[in-house]
């Protein structure tokens, strides 16, 4: 049976179950001397979860596990002891049978065409066997739940734990997500550092991974051109013009701006934080990095290239702008109005109180806005897969091409290439690297802000 | 005690010392306010320039340019029976009477040896449908609008190459070149040819996505703010919680992707390139944002509420799902609408979960292949053929147009049902 029609098939026993349990308690209000304990649609409510929770979990297990019953179910079969022991070949078969029992018609080996339909037959048995026991457990466990619905049973605190317990698991999920995460690039990285020496790939000065020597993969998959790279046109270009942009557009609407202004600007700049990466990359390659070249032409440089680190790195500052203006006018506001009122009976302009008075005390917030900033820089992915360039050089010359961590990432694993190969490994290596110096940059940021915060609560 | 402070006489601010440098300090101050004028206005500028080179090469997109193909089928009737064209085989049927080499012939016979350069490679499907709308056109000389091949279309938009920008005189004097809306790129999928793709196929994935991640992450987004802000307790698993949730807000996408690369293909051997994984994928990438504003949205419900909930007999759990999280319901679903249109508009992680395939069929449903409206942008950007520029921005034009109407729904709902306490 299919698994939408299964899912539909428990959630229907599910509002059966509600609706019986709660009728059936109500009967139990009527008839009995006692007040119910609980509001009969909430022992309605413990019936129907003791109906479809357990049954769900066991819907989910057994449909991770049916592919693999029914694939020793094929290797059981006499044709298969023809099937390659082991290895690459072995798993290519599997695949196909997998492949044309869901309904593919194309194929390369002769033995899939064969066990295909026993692959089929298999899994269409596990899957009713499923499907029987799934339907068993939900009357099961729900007649349970029907018998022990009295006048005085607490239906309600049950129905209230289970609640707590879903509110506890969803939140758990923020963690597992960050150990998810850490722990798979970390597995990745440790099979990569396996096959290349972790020195290799922190100190290396070249990178190019498409000529990988087998004896010796880490004379090719040096990384530091690319974190040069990723420093000169996140941290360095980006910021040139993210900073000042950010900043004086922050000063600007929130010291100077008529209402009128502010009212039209803001959201200006928040449609401009909203516009896709995709598009700044599309307009970067198409439309910045060529007229970056002409004009580089024009100074002279002949060789400067339409995939400069000037032309992803301007657009990326502008990308970044929105999100150094919205962190400054955060931590300009929250300096106290008496400092500056006073500066401002003292005779000073407004442009002394803001230089002199109002950024030294919002200085540290404004710090740790440009860090967030360049960690979003450095991690941005998009505006450098379509206009930087994939040469790695280790250059300070804006109009030649650099190329940064997430390129490589995205082009080591668009390839194709098996999961096994140093070259697709790399990537979670340097995955890895981005992962911790964002963790860090933002952790820092984030007690910044906290402790600036507090200092003028 | 006087002694101790110094007399000074009152600056006399009529001097012109004085006087130059009040002058000195009004400049500066004039500098500076210019020069924050100066930010806001770069930073508007870049955008309408952005939109105008988009809008600007993006509305020939939507447009696509027709020939006229006079096409004879009463000198040399087309061997089919009339009788087929009413079934549902009548696409075969007129395919296998060869009907492709007739346009192609008829090309060539009304536009001379380059003729079937003009007209794109799938023409005779639009002679096949006129076909089918009137058949009567067997037994006539009749004219059909067909589109034109993309080399064409670009020198009719005043590109292209000379020997093309000639042929489009040519036509234009015999009237035998028009320019319609193209309808079917809003309802086509991808293609090689230029003038045959359309969004349809990576707008419907976008759809599946977007859906998977809506079912995810909403109420694991909602359920941990209630939690994290009515029920924690204050201890270490709490801050660690928080501290996950405020660094995954930060993490960059593309580490997303690794992530649904490494553990949902990975260890989970879901299939590749599926909407489901994407959504997966992007619904952790949106969680934390809907956490956060779920969390700001409970906290501005004021706790007289909570107080007359719990005065009056409800449990814990009912002050909450009964009374305040409705009341914080309008500032949850604009995080959500803002999460989403960022889901929407995120390319990079989907690009290492395989969603980058050429998709020639929209998916059916959450397990097919596909692929999603910003990676098919992504994809044309990389096409040679000069035909996929305007296609590309057409489609970023589509792109704008729904996350601009996402955000101006959650501004709505922020203004509308936002109450202030």
């Known amino acids: 049976m299919n698994l939408y029609a299964l899912l539909f098939l428990v959630?229907?026993?599910?509002?059966?179950?509600?609706?019986?349990?709660?009728?059936?308690?109500?009967r139990y209000g009527a008839a009995s001397k006692h007040r119910l304990h609980s509001l009969p649609g909430q022992h309605g409510l413990y019936v129907a979860m003791w109906t479809v929770i357990p049954a769900l979990f066991f819907v989910i297990i057994w449909s991770i596990f049916t592919p693999n019953l029914a694939t020793e179910a094929v290797l059981r079969d006499p044709q298969a002891f023809a099937l390659p022991a082991f290895g690459y070949e072995r798993e290519a078969v599997l695949n196909e049978i997998r492949a044309r029992a869901a309904g593919s018609e194309y194929g390369f080996y002769p033995a899939a065409e064969q066990l295909a339909p026993v692959y089929l037959q298999a899994s269409r048995f596990y899957s009713w066997i499923g499907t029987g026991i799934a339907i068993l457990l939900a009357f099961a466990c729900g007649a349970f739940a029907y018998t022990r619905i009295r006048a005085d049973f607490r239906a309600r605190t049950r129905v209230e734990r289970t609640v707590m317990l879903?509110?506890?698991?969803?939140?758990l999920i923020a963690i597992l997500t960050t150990l998810g995460i850490f722990l798979s690039l970390l597995f990745e990285s440790l099979r990569f550092f396996a096959m290349v020496p972790i020195t290799d790939f922190l100190f290396g000065t070249t990178?190019?991974?498409q000529v990988i020597d087998p004896a010796d993969p880490g004379a090719t998959l040096g990384a530091v051109p690319l974190f040069w790279g990723t420093f000169f046109i996140g941290a360095v270009i980006a910021m040139l013009v993210a900073i000042p942009f950010g900043l004086m557009s922050a000063i600007y609407l929130t010291q100077y701006a008529k209402p009128v202004v502010r009212k039209w600007m803001k959201p200006m700049l928040e449609i401009l934080a909203g516009v896709p990466t995709v598009v700044y990359g599309y307009f970067a390659a198409l439309t910045v990095g060529p007229a970056i070249r002409d004009f580089a032409v024009s100074l002279g440089f002949t060789y400067a290239s339409s995939e400069s680190a000037l032309a992803a790195g301007l657009v990326m500052g502008v990308m970044i702008i929105p999100f150094v203006s919205s962190m400054a006018d955060d931590s300009i506001a929250a300096v106290p109005s008496a400092m500056r009122d006073g500066s401002l009976a003292m005779g000073a302009t407004s442009s002394e109180t803001i230089r002199k008075v109002l950024l030294p005390a919002a200085l540290p917030g404004v710090v740790a806005g440009v860090l967030l900033a360049v960690s979003r820089a450095i991690g941005e992915t998009m505006i450098v897969v379509m206009a930087a360039s994939g040469a790695a050089n280790i250059t300070a010359n804006p109009f030649e091409s650099a190329t940064t961590v997430t390129k490589q990432i995205v082009d080591l694993l668009?390839?194709?290439?098996?999961?096994?190969?140093?070259?697709t490994l790399a990537a979670f290596a340097l995955g890895l690297t981005l992962f911790l110096i964002t963790f860090l940059l933002n952790i820092v940021a984030l007690r910044v802000v906290k402790k600036y915060r507090e200092a003028y609560d | 005690m006087t002694d101790a402070v110094g007399f000074r006489a009152p600056t006399d601010w009529k001097t012109d010392a004085m006087q130059k440098r009040i002058r000195k300090r009004y400049r500066a101050e004039r500098r500076f306010r210019a020069l924050g004028l100066a930010a806001v206005a770069m930073s508007?500028?870049?955008?309408?320039?952005?939109?105008?080179?988009?809008?600007?090469?993006?509305?020939?997109?939507?447009?696509?340019?027709?020939?006229?193909?006079?096409?004879?089928f009463k000198a040399a009737p087309l061997d089919i029976d009339r009788a087929q064209l009413a079934t549902r085989g009548a696409d075969l049927a007129l395919a296998g009477a060869g009907l492709q080499d007739r346009v192609a012939t008829a090309a060539t016979a009304a536009f001379g040896e380059k003729g079937e350069e003009l007209i794109a490679e799938n023409a005779w499907t639009a002679v096949r449908d006129a076909i089918k709308a009137d058949p009567n056109l067997l037994s006539q000389r009749a004219h059909v609008w067909v589109p034109a091949s993309s080399d064409l279309d670009a020198a009719a938009d005043g590109g292209g190459e000379p020997a093309m920008q000639a042929e489009v005189r040519k036509l234009r004097e015999r009237g035998a070149l028009q320019s319609g809306f193209n309808a079917g790129f809003l309802s086509r999928a991808d293609s090689t040819d230029p003038t045959a793709v359309g969004i349809w196929g990576a707008f419907k994935g976008s759809l599946l996505t977007m859906l998977v991640t809506l079912l995810i992450a909403f109420p694991i987004g909602v359920l941990s703010a209630v939690y994290l802000e009515e029920y924690a307790p204050k201890n270490r698993w709490t801050d660690l919680i928080e501290v996950s949730i405020n660094n995954l807000a930060a993490v960059p996408s593309i580490i997303f992707g690794l992530l649904g690369l490494a553990v949902f293909l990975g260890t989970f051997g879901l299939p590749r390139s599926a909407p489901l994984v994407g959504g997966l994928t992007l619904a952790l990438m949106i969680m934390p944002v809907i956490v956060i504003a779920g969390r700001n949205a409970i906290k501005a419900v004021p706790p007289s509420i909570r107080d007359a909930a719990l005065g009056i007999g409800a449990s814990r759990v009912q002050v909450v799902f009964h009374h305040v999280l409705p009341l914080a319901l309008p500032g949850i679903l604009t995080g959500t609408i803002i999460g989403m249109a960022r889901a929407l508009g995120e390319t990079a992680p989907l690009l290492l979960i395989g969603m980058r395939a050429f998709i020639v069929t929209p998916p059916g449903g959450v397990f097919d292949p596909a692929t999603v409206l910003p990676v098919q942008i992504f994809l044309w950007s990389d096409e040679v053929s000069r035909g996929f520029i305007e296609k590309t921005s057409a489609a970023i034009i589509v792109l704008l147009v729904f996350l601009l109407a996402m955000n101006a729904l959650a501004i709505y709902l922020r203004n509308r049902f936002e109450t202030r306490w």
């Open chain 1, 11 to 26: 959630t229907g026993l599910g509002v059966i179950a509600w609706l019986t349990g709660r009728a059936r308690a109500a």
């Open chain 1, 166 to 171: 879903a509110l506890l698991v969803a939140s």
């Open chain 1, 207 to 209: 990178w190019s991974p």
């Open chain 1, 414 to 423: 668009t390839g194709e290439a098996e999961f096994d190969s140093p070259k």
């Open chain 2, 44 to 72: 508007a500028a870049f955008l309408i320039f952005l939109l105008a080179v988009m809008v600007g090469n993006g509305a020939a997109g939507f447009m696509r340019t027709e020939v006229a193909l006079p096409i004879d």
